[in-house]
C-alpha cells in the first residue's frame, strides 16, 4: 500500500491555480521600465480619499459617461475614407499597501487629469484628491508576485451584472474584494505569522472609450437589434430521423433580448482587469491572487449569463503583464477588437458595468483600514453665543423662582435698576450721614455703610443732580411723608410703630418668610445684597432680639408699590 501512494504522490504534482514567481533582477529591471514609462507619457496618479457618504456606483457610472472620449478621426475622402480613433487609455487602481486601502486613478494625459478631478469633485462631494508619489505598491527583489485577469463568459453584447441589466447589486461586491484584500489575521501553512507589511494587493482596470459603433455594425462590433431578434426566436432542435422542432424561448430568453436590445446607442468601454499580488512569501501571494479574482465572479447575470471569469497568467507571462500594469496600459489588438463569429475574449462592455467594476464605494462596505475623507468641521460657535444664551437662561429661571417680582429682580442685578430706582435723599446712605440722622453702623433700613454704598452704587453717581431731588421730594410728599421721617421709596411708616423700628415686609408668606431667632443673641449681623436685590438684614444687639427679615430693596407696608411707582412716573 505504501508502494501503491509513493507512485501515486509522483504522478501527481501540486500545482496552484495562479503560480508564483521570484522577483529577481531581470524581472525589477523590467518592473522599473514600466514605472518610468508611466512618469513620462502619462498624466499623476490622483489619491482619492472619498466620504462614507457617497452615491457609490451610480456616481461612477456618471464619471465614466462624461469622460468618455473615443477621440475619432477622419482619413481619406469619399468612398475612400475611413475612420481612426486615438484613444486615451486611463487606470483605476485598488491598492492594499501598508496596513491601509486606498483608490487611485491614473488619468493618460495632465489635461484628462484636470477633467478627472473635477468630475470626481462633482459626483463624490467633500472627496480629498492629491497626486500620489508613489507610482506602485511595494516591490523589492526577493518578493513573490503572482497575477490574474478577466475575460468575459459570453459574447460582449450580453452585459454583465450591471444598471442596466435589470438586475442589480443587493449589496456592493467590493464588500467582499476588499476584505480579501486586507490581510489583518493570516499565517503560512507552516505556522509563519504574516502582518499586513507582508503582503500588497492592487487590483487594476484599464478603460478605455471605444466607438458608438461598437452596438450598431461589424466589424467592430454588432448590431444588438438583430442580436436581440435572434435570442427571442425559438431554439431548433431535433435532427433529419426524428425531425426538427422549434422550441418556445421561454421567459428568461425573453427578458435576455430585452436587456441586449437596451444597449442600442449605449457608450462603450474596452477594459483589461488584473489582480497583482506580492508578498516574501510564496503562498501568500498565491492564496490572495486567487481569493481576490474568484471574488469577481459575483459579477454573473442570471439573466443574460454574462459574467467575468478569472484566469491565471503564466509565470513566463507574468514580466510582459507587470509591465503593463506598472506603465497603466494595455495592448489590444486591432484583430482583437474585430467582432466576427462570436468575438475575442477582450471585455467590451457598456459604461454602466465599468461603473460596477471601477466604482468608488461608499459606507455599504465595511472593511477597516479603508482610506475615508476625514469628516470636516464647519465653522465654530462664537465665544459670546454661549454667554448670551447662558443669561437668557437665568434670566428664565429666575422670573420662574419669583413670578411676582420679575420685573423687579431682572432691574436689580445690573446698575441701570439703581440708575430708575431713585431713593428720598435722606434715606440715602451717605446723605443720611451728613445730616446727622444716621448711626455709623446701619442706616434707617437696617443696613450698615458698605451695604447701603453697594445697593445705591448708582444713584451716588447723580448725587448732585437737582431733577433727582425734586423726584425723591414728589415722592415723598405722595407717600404722606415729612422731612423728619427717612422713606425708601415704595415703603411708609406703618401707624403706631416706633420711629426706629424696621418695617415688616409684606412678603412674610411668600417664598422667603421670616422666622424669629432666640433673643438675646448680641450677634451683629451683616446684611447681604444678592442679584435679586433681597437683603437680609436683622436687627442690632439695641433692640433685645435678633429677627431677621427680608426686604425687596423697600420698607414693606403692605402697599402695592409697583402701582405707585407707575403713577409717580406717570404724573410726573
Given at each position: 500500500?505504501?508502494?501503491?501512494?509513493?507512485?501515486?504522490?509522483?504522478?501527481?504534482?501540486?500545482?496552484?491555480?495562479?503560480?508564483?514567481?521570484?522577483?529577481?533582477?531581470?524581472?525589477?529591471?523590467?518592473?522599473?521600465?514600466?514605472?518610468?514609462?508611466?512618469?513620462?507619457?502619462?498624466?499623476?496618479?490622483?489619491?482619492?480619499?472619498?466620504?462614507?457618504?457617497?452615491?457609490?456606483?451610480?456616481?461612477?457610472?456618471?464619471?465614466?459617461?462624461?469622460?468618455?472620449?473615443?477621440?475619432?478621426?477622419?482619413?481619406?475622402?469619399?468612398?475612400?475614407?475611413?475612420?481612426?480613433?486615438?484613444?486615451?487609455?486611463?487606470?483605476?487602481?485598488?491598492?492594499?499597501?501598508?496596513?491601509?486601502?486606498?483608490?487611485?486613478?491614473?488619468?493618460?494625459?495632465?489635461?484628462?487629469?484636470?477633467?478627472?478631478?473635477?468630475?470626481?469633485?462633482?459626483?463624490?462631494?467633500?472627496?480629498?484628491?492629491?497626486?500620489?508619489?508613489?507610482?506602485?505598491?511595494?516591490?523589492?527583489?526577493?518578493?513573490?508576485?503572482?497575477?490574474?485577469?478577466?475575460?468575459?463568459?459570453?459574447?460582449?453584447?450580453?452585459?454583465?451584472?450591471?444598471?442596466?441589466?435589470?438586475?442589480?447589486?443587493?449589496?456592493?461586491?467590493?464588500?467582499?474584494?476588499?476584505?480579501?484584500?486586507?490581510?489583518?489575521?493570516?499565517?503560512?501553512?507552516?505556522?509563519?505569522?504574516?502582518?499586513?507589511?507582508?503582503?500588497?494587493?492592487?487590483?487594476?482596470?484599464?478603460?478605455?472609450?471605444?466607438?458608438?459603433?461598437?452596438?450598431?455594425?461589424?466589424?467592430?462590433?454588432?448590431n444588438v437589434t438583430e442580436a436581440a431578434a435572434q435570442i427571442k426566436e425559438g431554439e431548433l432542435t431535433g435532427n433529419h430521423i426524428?425531425?426538427?422542432?422549434?422550441?418556445?424561448?421561454?421567459?428568461?430568453?425573453?427578458?435576455?433580448?430585452?436587456?441586449?436590445?437596451?444597449?442600442?446607442?449605449?457608450?462603450?468601454?474596452?477594459?483589461?482587469?488584473?489582480?497583482?499580488?506580492?508578498?516574501?512569501?510564496?503562498?501568500?501571494?498565491?492564496?490572495?491572487?486567487?481569493?481576490?479574482?474568484?471574488?469577481?465572479?459575483?459579477?454573473?447575470?442570471?439573466?443574460?449569463?454574462?459574467?467575468?471569469?478569472?484566469?491565471?497568467?503564466?509565470?513566463?507571462?507574468?514580466?510582459?503583464?507587470?509591465?503593463?500594469?506598472?506603465?497603466?496600459?494595455?495592448?489590444?489588438?486591432?484583430?482583437?477588437?474585430?467582432?466576427?463569429?462570436?468575438?475575442?475574449?477582450?471585455?467590451?462592455?457598456?459604461?454602466?458595468?465599468?461603473?460596477?467594476?471601477?466604482?468608488?464605494?461608499?459606507?455599504?462596505?465595511?472593511?477597516?483600514?479603508?482610506?475615508?475623507?476625514?469628516?470636516?468641521?464647519?465653522?465654530?460657535?462664537?465665544?459670546?453665543?454661549?454667554?448670551?444664551?447662558?443669561?437668557?437662561?437665568?434670566?428664565?429661571?429666575?422670573?420662574?423662582?419669583?413670578?411676582?417680582?420679575?420685573?423687579?429682580?431682572?432691574?436689580?442685578?445690573?446698575?441701570?435698576?439703581?440708575?430708575?430706582?431713585?431713593?428720598?435723599?435722606?434715606?440715602?446712605?451717605?446723605?443720611?450721614?451728613?445730616?446727622?440722622?444716621?448711626?455709623?453702623?446701619?442706616?434707617?433700613?437696617?443696613?450698615?455703610?458698605?451695604?447701603?454704598?453697594?445697593?445705591?452704587?448708582?444713584?451716588?453717581?447723580?448725587?448732585?443732580?437737582?431733577?433727582?431731588?425734586?423726584?425723591?421730594?414728589?415722592?415723598?410728599?405722595?407717600?404722606?411723608?415729612?422731612?423728619?421721617?427717612?422713606?425708601?421709596?415704595?415703603?411708609?411708616?406703618?401707624?403706631?410703630?416706633?420711629?426706629?423700628?424696621?418695617?415688616?415686609?409684606?412678603?412674610?408668606?411668600?417664598?422667603?418668610?421670616?422666622?424669629?431667632?432666640?433673643?438675646?443673641?448680641?450677634?451683629?449681623?451683616?446684611?447681604?445684597?444678592?442679584?435679586?436685590?433681597?437683603?437680609?438684614?436683622?436687627?442690632?444687639?439695641?433692640?433685645?432680639?435678633?429677627?431677621?427679615?427680608?426686604?425687596?430693596?423697600?420698607?414693606?407696608?403692605?402697599?402695592?408699590?409697583?402701582?405707585?411707582?407707575?403713577?409717580?412716573?406717570?404724573?410726573?
Open positions: 500500500m505504501e508502494i501503491l501512494n509513493k507512485i501515486a504522490d509522483a504522478l501527481v504534482e501540486e500545482t496552484s491555480v495562479y503560480p508564483a514567481i521570484q522577483v529577481d533582477d531581470e524581472l525589477y529591471e523590467t518592473y522599473k521600465e514600466g514605472i518610468e514609462l508611466a512618469e513620462q507619457t502619462s498624466g499623476p496618479r490622483l489619491r482619492v480619499r472619498p466620504p462614507r457618504e457617497n452615491e457609490g456606483m451610480d456616481a461612477s457610472i456618471n464619471l465614466y459617461e462624461t469622460v468618455h472620449d473615443p477621440r475619432e478621426r477622419k482619413i481619406g475622402f469619399g468612398r475612400f475614407k475611413f475612420i481612426q480613433t486615438d484613444s486615451h487609455q486611463h487606470s483605476y487602481e485598488m491598492v492594499y499597501d501598508g496596513g491601509k486601502l486606498q483608490f487611485y486613478l491614473k488619468p493618460d494625459t495632465r489635461v484628462d487629469a484636470n477633467q478627472f478631478e473635477r468630475q470626481i469633485r462633482k459626483n463624490y462631494p467633500n472627496s480629498q484628491i492629491a497626486e500620489a508619489d508613489d507610482m506602485f505598491p511595494k516591490f523589492e527583489k526577493g518578493d513573490y508576485v503572482a497575477m490574474a485577469g478577466m475575460r468575459l463568459k459570453k459574447p460582449f453584447f450580453y452585459p454583465i451584472k450591471c444598471k442596466i441589466s435589470e438586475e442589480e447589486f443587493e449589496v456592493d461586491p467590493y464588500g467582499d474584494i476588499t476584505s480579501d484584500m486586507v490581510v489583518e489575521e493570516d499565517q503560512t501553512s507552516d505556522g509563519i505569522r504574516v502582518t499586513a507589511e507582508d503582503c500588497r494587493v492592487m487590483v487594476q482596470t484599464i478603460f478605455e472609450p471605444a466607438r458608438d459603433v461598437w452596438t450598431k455594425k461589424l466589424p467592430y462590433g454588432r426524428q425531425g426538427w422542432e422549434l422550441r418556445d424561448p421561454g421567459s428568461k430568453r425573453k427578458r435576455s433580448a430585452k436587456i441586449v436590445d437596451k444597449l442600442h446607442g449605449a457608450k462603450g468601454y474596452y477594459m483589461t482587469i488584473r489582480v497583482v499580488a506580492i508578498s516574501p512569501y510564496q503562498e501568500i501571494a498565491e492564496r490572495r491572487c486567487n481569493t481576490v479574482a474568484s471574488d469577481f465572479e459575483k459579477y454573473y447575470n442570471s439573466f443574460t449569463e454574462q459574467g467575468l471569469e478569472p484566469y491565471s497568467i503564466d509565470p513566463e507571462d507574468i514580466p510582459y503583464h507587470l509591465k503593463q500594469v506598472a506603465g497603466r496600459t494595455h495592448d489590444i489588438s486591432w484583430l482583437s477588437r474585430v467582432k466576427f463569429g462570436p468575438g475575442a475574449p477582450t471585455v467590451l462592455q457598456p459604461v454602466s458595468a465599468l461603473g460596477s467594476i471601477a466604482h468608488i464605494p461608499n459606507e455599504e462596505i465595511n472593511t477597516p483600514v479603508v482610506d475615508w475623507a476625514k469628516q470636516q468641521t464647519g465653522p465654530g460657535v462664537p465665544a459670546e453665543a454661549g454667554r448670551r444664551d447662558e443669561e437668557k437662561r437665568e434670566e428664565t429661571r429666575n422670573g420662574d423662582r419669583h413670578p411676582g417680582v420679575n420685573q423687579w429682580a431682572t432691574q436689580a442685578s445690573n446698575e441701570t435698576h439703581h440708575s430708575r430706582h431713585r431713593t428720598s435723599p435722606r434715606s440715602h446712605p451717605l446723605r443720611t450721614q451728613e445730616n446727622g440722622q444716621s448711626d455709623p453702623t446701619a442706616n434707617q433700613n437696617g443696613q450698615s455703610p458698605e451695604q447701603g454704598a453697594t445697593a445705591s452704587g448708582a444713584d451716588a453717581v447723580g448725587e448732585g443732580d437737582d431733577a433727582l431731588e425734586t423726584d425723591a421730594e414728589q415722592f415723598n410728599q405722595q407717600n404722606g411723608a415729612d422731612d423728619s421721617d427717612p422713606l425708601v421709596k415704595g415703603s411708609e411708616a406703618q401707624p403706631g410703630a416706633p420711629p426706629d423700628e424696621p418695617v415688616e415686609s409684606i412678603y412674610q408668606e411668600g417664598p422667603f418668610p421670616t422666622e424669629p431667632e432666640p433673643a438675646g443673641s448680641q450677634d451683629d449681623s451683616d446684611g447681604t445684597i444678592d442679584v435679586f436685590g433681597i437683603t437680609r438684614r436683622g436687627t442690632g444687639s439695641e433692640s433685645g432680639d435678633n429677627e431677621p427679615e427680608t426686604s425687596w430693596g423697600a420698607a414693606d407696608d403692605g402697599v402695592d408699590h409697583v402701582d405707585q411707582q407707575k403713577n409717580s412716573e406717570n404724573s410726573r
